[in-house]
């Protein structure tokens, strides 16, 4: 049985109440049986618990965020159960997407309440696609007629999905669909993410990677939209055509664990596969350590920019340059830096600057 669980999220007027219908549609002729967890908030408000009639807003979003995770995990729950090869439980927006209403106090409050850490809250689902509002970029197709609890103007709505998008920024897997194309190819795209995510379209990586100078830190630090997690990662003995890794990935003791194993096909394309894993098994996997090999250490900063998702890895190694990845869905997309950070070169496919090139070196890689 495979169970993936996913979020789709989005800004007002981006298109998510016709992508959860599309989804169950298309993925259903996938072969899958698609779950979807009702948004939390309309059920709340709708039976008069809402931010205006509880005693605070941190009070209703202790109300909503708990509600949240007990809905999760009576789906996750009812999955398991079910006689099915493939099951996706879709959420119709997820845990941090409450961030977005509170100030970082607040949310590390209500955080601290439910029991849990940020890290396990967004890492929780397997993958997040945003929506974005018509607000940005398809300003003439934004309205709040077909939503009666949509008030926003179109400056209120673009800075509210700003707010979505930050708060979502740092997940491993985060892809954010923008108005680049009319509203039907706009839906597409979301579904051949999400294919592509479940390896029905096209398991393969379109990734970029591109030296560049080193960043200016506390610049990324000051956004809202990038988000810093330090990564531990570890080689494991493999076959000559195969590469699998376990990382920890987080920031101090709030951290997940992934498990991935890449193998070159016959027509020289990677195959990728991944897992999370428990604490316990990280460890024993340890073990299991190639020793040709040490391991590495870096911290990564996550940036979302111009709809596109950034990871930038700063390793210890080195202090004048650090490496900017992004995987693509289309090998025409055009990549869009943000003028802060400055480019060398493109390194796509330079043998040197891959993570196990830099593992198999005593010292990291060198200039």
């Not at 708990?66 to 009812?78: G, V």
């Not at 673009?158 to 491993?172: L, Q």
């Not at 040490?294 to 996550?302: F, G, Q, V």
């Amino acid at each position: 049985m495979s169970i993936s669980k996913i979020v789709v999220t989005g800004g007002p007027c981006g298109g998510k109440t016709t992508a959860l219908s599309r989804i169950q549609r298309d993925l259903s002729h996938l072969g899958y049986t698609v779950l979807v967890v009702p948004e939390t908030a309309t059920a709340l408000i709708s039976g008069g618990v809402a931010p205006w009639t509880c005693g605070s807003n941190e009070e209703y979003q202790k109300c909503q965020m708990r509600m949240q995770l007990e809905k999760e995990r009576i789906f996750e729950q009812a999955a398991a159960t079910m006689d099915k090869d493939k099951i996706l439980i879709v959420c119709d927006r997820g845990e941090l997407d409450n961030k977005a209403y509170m100030t970082d106090e607040e949310f590390g409050r209500v955080i601290d309440y439910l029991g849990c850490t940020e890290t396990e809250l967004r890492d929780g689902y397997d993958a997040v696609f945003h929506l974005v509002t018509a607000a940005k970029g398809a300003e003439a197709a934004y309205t709040t007629e077909n939503n009666e609890a949509r008030t926003e103007t179109v400056e209120e709505a673009a800075a509210m999905d700003d707010r979505f998008i930050a708060a979502w920024t740092g997940h491993p897997y985060f892809r954010v669909i923008d108005n680049s194309t009319d509203f039907d190819e706009k839906m597409q795209r979301l579904l051949r993410e999400i294919s592509s995510f479940l390896g029905e379209l096209n398991p393969y990586e379109i990734e970029r990677k591109y030296l560049i100078e080193y960043p200016d830190l506390e610049w990324l630090d000051s956004l809202p939209n990038c988000q810093k997690v330090d990564i531990e990662q570890i080689y494991l003995r493999s076959e000559p055509d195969e590469e699998i890794r376990i990382r920890r990935r987080g920031l101090g003791r709030d951290a997940m664990y992934y498990l991935t194993d890449r193998r070159i096909t016959n027509n020289k394309k990677q195959l990728r596969t991944q897992r999370r894993l428990t604490e316990g098994e990280y460890r024993m996997l340890v073990m299991q350590a190639d020793p040709a090999r040490r391991e590495i250490r870096k911290t990564r900063y996550c940036l979302t920019y111009a709809c596109q998702y950034f990871e930038i890895d700063v390793f210890p190694c080195w202090d004048d340059q650090a490496i900017a990845e992004i995987e693509l869905s289309s090998e025409d997309t055009e990549v869009v830096f943000p003028p802060e950070l400055k480019v060398i070169r493109e390194v796509t496919g330079d043998p040197k600057y891959r993570n196990s090139s830099i593992a198999s070196h005593p010292k990291g890689y060198t200039h």
